[in-house]
C-alpha cells in the first residue's frame, strides 16, 4: 500500500489522504478573485494545460513523495488550477504545515511552532489577514 484515501465513487482526486508513516494531507478551500474559474477556462480551452487541478496533485504528491520534506517541496511548487490550502502533517515533532496556494506557487507557508504555537488551524482564510467580522471561526477555535 502506498497510500489511502478516503473517496467516493467515481471520483478519481483526492481531497484527504495518508502515506502510512510518512505523512497525511487534506486540503480546504481558498477564495479570492483569482479563483479556479480562470484555471478551468485555460484548461478546457487548451491555453494552458501546465497546471494540475487541486486534488489532482494531491493524488500526484501521494504517489511520488517519499518524505514530509519531499511532499511540501512539491504541494509548494506545483501549478494548480485554483488556489487552496494543503494541510500536511508529519509523524514526527514539528511535522505540521498550511501551505497556502495561488495558482503559480505559495503565498505562505506556516509551520508547525510558528508563534510558539503546538497547533495550527485553518478556517478558509489567509492566516495573516484578519478574519472577516462575519465570520470568525478562529478565535473560538483558538480558545
Do not use: H
Not at 467516493?8 to 494531507?25: D, E, K, L, N, W
Not at 511532499?71 to 514526527?92: H, N, Q, R, S, W
Not at 510558539?116 to 478556517?123: A, G, S
Request: hydrophobic content about 40%; overall charge positive; charged content about 20%.
Amino acid at each position: 500500500v502506498i497510500f489511502r484515501t478516503t473517496t467516493f465513487a467515481g471520483y478519481i482526486g483526492v481531497i484527504t489522504g495518508v502515506r502510512p508513516g510518512v505523512f497525511s494531507i487534506s486540503m480546504n478551500e481558498r477564495y479570492g478573485l483569482k479563483g479556479g474559474y480562470i484555471g478551468l477556462i485555460e484548461w478546457i480551452f487548451d491555453i494552458n494545460r501546465n497546471q494540475s487541478f487541486v486534488t489532482f496533485a494531491m493524488r500526484d504528491m501521494l504517489t511520488t513523495s517519499e518524505t514530509y520534506d519531499q511532499a511540501v517541496k512539491f504541494l509548494a511548487e506545483v501549478k494548480l488550477t485554483a488556489p487552496c490550502y494543503y494541510i500536511l502533517a508529519g509523524p514526527l515533532s514539528k511535522q505540521g504545515v498550511i501551505i497556502t496556494r495561488s495558482r503559480n506557487g505559495s503565498d505562505d507557508i506556516k509551520p508547525l511552532g510558528k508563534d510558539n504555537l503546538w497547533f495550527l488551524i485553518e478556517t478558509n482564510y489567509d492566516n495573516w489577514k484578519k478574519p472577516p467580522f462575519f465570520d470568525d471561526r478562529i478565535t473560538p477555535c483558538i480558545k
